[in-house]
């Protein structure tokens, strides 16, 4: 009795003495987890490099991030993600110490301080109506020792103090249909001039003084042949215009009053190409023009003649005008020729001599070049040099100096699409790269740096060493498949069409691919990047052949577009194949079958729904039609507020004769009522997901059978007043309700309402349980709410003796037709934050306990324990159920600082969390991307089923040693005192 | 110094006829940030830096920054009932109720979410710091008696040597007759060697 007692105590010990980590110590930062810092695609970028300092450059991006990099090695020093519907208008450089950016439709004006990144000041800038942002800090032009920035936007001009944001004076542009075009400032005058199109037929030019806004003139002139487009600044007090047909370049001069000189664009080139359209550029008497595919740079002669200088077939990109000794300004051509990009750098009144020409050498993965900065330098011989930032199709930007790539950055990683993962190759002999230790000595330093480290005893300089010889680990970034599963390969799909290939150890790109299917071209003008599928993944029949994924994309935003597949090996990174659709893609299934290649069947449903099935070999087509009638899914038509199952009829009749197509019948559809339910989430679970076991045990050896079914749907509605923002409607006029359907027979199986609480709704579905969160009006405190769905039907198999007399209904099939029996349990509580996605853990075979994964507003990854969401939590549990692990109920969500996955790092712009399991089962893969990307490894229950890193090997040997020499101790004691009492 | 100033300024009035109706009612809410010095020097978020500080106004729709002392406003907000949160690395803000009144311009009403306290003005400061790591305990002989190597060694120690003083203290007659019974069973067993065991 006493001995059982003991040990008890000695297992309570044991356990309590496990300290319930699941966060990270200090210094175990960048062990297993990456973070990844980027910006998007560069679409304005300000050099200051002016002074002697640190030469630096201001960028700002589609994804709405303006950020301060060294020009050096391209890091970033400050960086802000503005708000998606803040989008950046315009940037610029102010008083050689602010930037000053222009957003939100030009309504909102903020000077960042250069160095540092703080804001400075922000103004808000209204006007009478929408119009065109235009930002313009002109140089020199002072206001009582004050510079100023002029803004238009909102149909009104106006001049803000540099030093403290406030609006000097301000101009409406009242026309009624005035779109203002350009605002322009002649070099050192105090003059600005306006220039727009009014009724399309109507070019009006309006000249203000700078120092106050007084009207100076106005003047307006029509041209009967209207306007297209965009104008281009060519002399300060000249533009170029095209008229409405897109075939007459119009040069129009302003100086004493307005006149047009009409150039034909077949004048000007022979075979002309249709309708030409302008590229805007601030070279003076220099701009472009394109048709199709046909670049042409024009210049303007003194007298407004016209001349032809370049025509070319390249994709051209010309930068602005940089200014360079008195008067004399500069601009850079970049074009694409093959394997090498050529940079040209000349003078503005001087297009027959180059200041520079270089050809760079460019991975064809790169794409052609979108943009090109330019800056100067003094060289040591005191001639200029240049240096260009160019960005290109794939989104990367790039920094050339002197013929070389200085730096490059992957900017295109900043917006992902979609997300899958590969194995990697399986280690062989003579493919190991594992490194040796190089000689027993070193081995021993690195040993005794770590027992000084368990020992406390190591000196700040040994604390880095040891630091550093972890991360430096060369274990982790190793390109073979590991016994744990924890290295693998992160396939990225990117919004340029480029496809990445990340090491789940430390992040690098391992291989990159512009998927030329994705690509802007002849007959494809807008493709979109749609979904990464796992195409193949060898195991058992096909181990020699590489995995590969699918990438789907489509041609155009709307509905009816063509569909493009393309096939890439996940190990080289190449494509295999590459198939233009002559149907469109409205939805994907992937199916629970494979071929005997491994090779996935994924249903690709049409837009006259249609289904057609791919691989189109007759293998798979055999294997399809043996499961044909077992194949449901579902649609969600969100403006309609219906929701339709669908099923095969069989092969497509009529025009469409081809094997692999199928017909589609509609199976049943709910209508949910348009004036009161608005559908603003569907959820379902994830396909891959694997669960353990159906049974649930509680706390008094009761069973409890989760209903899991792959086909079940959560949906929210709201009322059609509360879909709007948060503050736009009281608690009387808003719900929400959530259903869970059954997408097979459309049955609802369960229905809540949540009076007086609005969207937006981010919900997760695993197992049985799916969990949400919304914005609960009454208390102005989000939700998150848990559904629990148990099975009844299975509830009387408890009985022991039914079991034994097979009277049990266990092994009867499961058939969705008939009629479940469920019950539901739930429950809601308080979350402080807003939340931009939730997922949820998975691990291979479902045994850990699951944690919730929440992307918070701040742009953090929250873990919480799904114990914490738990219908069965009361406010005193009993006995049993605090054994159980049931946690005492609250009213609000904890939120542990120490359980932030992502600690002390943002992950910017977060838009979605994946995560994957390992080969080991207490342990799961994390990756959250947005602008940056994070990745790290969780163990939502601890690693229960491996050592982990920081276990203490030096103890487990003292312990032995101490046991060891308390044997022989005890022995030699036991010897002699038995020899004495021998003698006795 | 918190104030919700109604937008509308004469000269747009005047001036701007086809001004939308939907930004009559449009109005500025001015508030201030305010982390306590002191707080905030264990690391990460330094003290005094404020540039990545951002405040959300209704989950996200509007995102400003903080200017070097700490104000904020977010400008042509719509009367009604928001709520505004801070997102600071290091720090826990409680999301902010903000009630902008179209009957009472000027009139701030704002109450903290988490503890349903009310504000006088928009100063909004941090309810605790957020700690992101675990500390690391200074090594201790305690936590390595507690480790379970530690347990294991303590009750090794403890049946080595407590085990013999048990004994001592047995009846002589009874100690005989269990090393007899130990001679004539051969093995030593544990139960054996227990009082209780002993008797028989």
Known sequence: MAIRSFLILFILFFFSSLNPILSLYEDQVGLVDWHQQYLGKVKQAVFHTHKTGRKRVVVSTEENVVALLDLRQGEIFWRHVLGSNDVIDGIDIALGKYVITLSSGGSILRAWNLPDGQMVWESSLRGPKHSKSLLLVPTNLKIEKDNIVIIFSNGRLNAVSCIDGEVLWEKDFEGESLEVQQVIQPPGSNLIYVVGFASSSLFEMYQINALNGELLKHESAAFSGGFLGEVSPVFSETVVALDSTGLILLTVSFQNGISFQQTPISNLVKDSFGPAKIIPSSVTGIFAIKMNAVTIVIRVTDENKLEVVEKTNHETSISDALPVSEGQQAFALVQRAGPEIHLRVKLAHNWDDNLLKESVKMDQHRGLVHKIYINNYIRTDKSYGFRALIVMEDHSLLLLQQGEIVWSREDGLASIIDVTTSELPVERDGVSVAKVEHNLFEWLKGHMLKLKGTLMLASPQDIAAIQSMRLKNSEKSKMTRDHNGFRKLLIVLTRAGKLFALHTGDGHIVWSYLLQSLQKSKVCQHPIGLNLYKWQVPHHHAMDENPSVLVIGKCGPSSDAPGALSFVDTYTGKELSSLSLVHSVAQVIPLPYTDSTEQRLHLLIDADKHAHLYPKTPEAISIFERELSNIYWYSVEDDNGIIKGHALRGKCTGEVADEVCFDTRELWSIVFPSESEKIIATVTRKLNEVVHTQAKVIADQEVMYKYISRNLLFVATVALKGSGEIGSVTPEESWLVAYLIDTVTGRILHRVTHHGSQGPVHAVFSENWVVYHYFNLKAHRYEMSVIEIYDQSRADNKDVWKLVLGKHNLTSPISLYSRPDVITKSQSYFFTHSVKTIAVTSTTKGITSKQLLIGTIGDQVLALDKRFLDPRRTVNPTQAEKEEGIIPLTDSLPIIPQSYVTHALRVEGLRGIITVPAKLESTTLVFAHGVDLFFTQLAPSRTYDSLTDDFNYALLLITIVALVAAISLTWTLSERKELQENWR | ?200
């Open chain 2, 1 to 200: 110094m918190a104030a919700v100033t109604p937008l509308l300024l004469l000269l747009l009035l005047s001036s701007a006829p086809s001004f939308s109706s939907g930004s009559r009612n449009a109005y500025n809410i001015n508030g201030r940030v305010k982390i306590p010095q002191g707080l905030g020097t264990k690391g990460y978020a330094l003290p005094g830096r404020m540039s990545n500080v951002k405040v959300l106004l209704n989950g996200g729709q509007n995102i400003t920054f903080l200017r070097p002392d700490g104000y904020f406003s977010f400008h042509n907000i719509p009367a009604g009932t928001h709520l505004i949160e801070v997102s600071a690395i290091g720090y826990f803000f409680s999301p902010v109720r903000v009630d902008v009144s179209a009957r009472n311009p000027g009139k701030v009403q704002a109450a903290l979410t988490e503890n349903r306290k009310g504000l006088s003005e928009l100063v909004l400061e941090p309810l605790r710091e957020e700690q992101y790591y675990e500390i690391r305990e200074p090594f201790s002989i305690m936590s390595l008696l507690k480790s379970p190597m530690g347990l294991m060694v303590g009750f090794m120690l403890a049946v080595a040597f407590l085990m013999p003083k048990l004994v001592e203290n047995m009846d002589p007659e009874e100690m005989r007759r269990a090393q007899e019974e130990m001679r004539s069973q051969g093995v030593p067993s544990l139960s054996s060697l227990l009082p209780g065991g002993a008797r028989n």
